[in-house]
């Protein structure tokens, strides 16, 4: 018979344990492949013990009470459970986990990216205002040169943008460059840019010409510099050209007070101020062209451009709004005497800072009878009226 030791503990025995008495081959139970035999198929030659080889293969033998197995190894699958379940519950925990970690990355970008946005926003509305005080520069009653707030005043429009917030971003192609993510800034810079060069050009060949031939030398290299390429990274560089432009607006104030007379004062002659208004109505009626239209020129859709046209056009107005300002303390004389050439400045100056000021969170691009706002039409309203202001102001001028 089987030995007590091993029927308490073993169903399955291996059978090189054993020395098994048979006649003519292995037991019909046993396979011929079979490394392990039901003991109960043998019939085991024992003297009161267990068997030297089974003792020394106990720890081979299955079977042993699931009790005691699940104390020695809590992983242990139990009893009559199908080995292949432990891999499965492996790589659950693994997919699981790789899950998790996929879902708090993305959390994580999504709040960087929302965080951002909300940065930038705040930003571009500190940018936005220009921390230009006319009056504390220049105190009314206090005499001053004729051209030197104008000069003044574009200087410190390209300055703030040159050196104030992230600096000039229209050739900063990594992160907010033209059409990039954070493209508003950049498009807004490149209008003012704008602004600035057409003032700057009837400044040079209008405001302060003596002759058809002759031109204030630090205006005309101000004027060559403000045209360099605005998306240039290098050689040379967008920052490196405005700077210099602005250096020579520095050189042509200093001009007006060393007596040297190389610097020509602006002109009080309405002729040459009607140039200035042409030039800064066809500014807007060129902003008023993007803003209004609803298709590009090869019919697709302006959707994708729509923020592009806004901020190029705020860019437009952020400039006037503050050369607006100059011009009327540089003809303060002129205006003085003509009440209604004083109502109209007031009246285009609210206008434009009305366009300057605004900051969606998004630019949208609603229908007019929609429940979304139409960003770009809305700009249009205040340019519009700026621009009409402007005419009357050529009008009373003509007189």
Do not use: C
């Amino acid at each position: 018979g089987t030995p007590p030791a091993v029927s308490a503990h073993a169903s399955w025995i291996p059978h090189s344990a054993f020395r098994i008495p048979h006649s003519g081959g292995i037991p019909p139970a046993v396979s011929a492949h079979a490394s392990w035999i039901p003991h109960s198929a043998l019939r085991i030659p024992h003297s009161g013990g267990t068997p030297p080889a089974v003792s020394a293969h106990a720890s081979l033998l299955l079977g042993t009470d699931s009790t005691e197995k699940a104390r020695a190894d809590p992983t242990a699958l139990p009893a009559g459970r199908p080995t292949t379940e432990l891999p499965t519950r492996s790589a659950a925990r693994r997919i699981t986990a790789m899950l998790g970690r996929i879902r708090t990355v993305s959390m994580l970008l999504v709040g960087l990216w929302l965080v951002g946005g909300l940065l930038l926003w705040i930003g571009q509305g500190r940018h936005n205002r220009l921390s230009l005080d006319l009056d504390a520069q220049y105190p009314p009653g206090q005499p001053f040169q004729p051209g030197e707030i104008f000069a003044s005043t574009l200087i410190a429009l390209m300055d703030h943008e040159l050196h104030d917030g992230f600096g000039w971003r229209p050739n900063d192609f990594v992160l907010w460059g033209p059409t990039l993510w954070a493209d508003d800034n950049a498009n807004r810079q490149l209008g003012i840019l704008q602004a600035v060069r057409e003032s700057v050009r009837v400044f040079k060949d209008h405001l302060t010409k003596v002759s058809s031939n002759e031109y204030d030398p630090d205006l005309l290299e101000a004027d060559t510099l403000f045209r360099n390429d605005a998306t240039k990274l290098w050689f040379p560089s967008a920052e490196s050209r405005i700077s210099r432009g602005i250096d020579r607006l520095h050189a042509y104030i200093a001009g007006l007070h060393d007596g040297s007379q190389r610097s020509r004062p602006i002109t009080t002659r309405n002729v040459e101020l009607i140039r200035l208004f042409q030039a800064w109505t066809d500014l807007l009626g060129d902003a008023h062209a993007n803003l209004y239209k609803d298709r590009e020129a090869d019919g697709s859709s302006v959707w994708w451009h729509t923020d592009d046209y806004f901020y190029h056009a705020q860019g437009y107005a952020h400039a006037l709004h503050a050369l607006m300002q100059a011009l009327k303390r540089e003809y303060h004389q002129l205006l003085s005497v003509k009440p209604v050439m004083q109502e109209l400045f007031d009246e285009t100056i609210l206008a434009l800072g009305k366009a300057a000021e605004m900051n969606p969170w998004v630019i949208l691009n609603g229908s007019p009878s929609g429940l979304l706002a139409n960003h770009r039409h809305n700009l249009d309203i205040h340019l519009i009226e700026a621009r009409q202001k402007m005419y009357s102001i050529r009008e009373e001028l003509e007189k």
